[in-house]
């Protein structure tokens, strides 16, 4: 019972990382836009 709870809470964790990461990559994209134009 115990490790499936620490298990989701890290899936979790990883989706946020990911989600962060998405994000960072997004703006360094429309920041290359926005050079280009």
Known sequence: ???EKS???QAAKK???KE???K???KKLQQK???MM
């Open 24 to 26: 960072k990559r997004m």
């Open 33 to 35: 836009k926005h050079k």
């Open 1 to 3: 019972m115990k490790k």
């Open 7 to 9: 298990d989701k809470e």
């Open 15 to 17: 989706e946020v990382a």
């Open 20 to 22: 962060k990461l998405t």
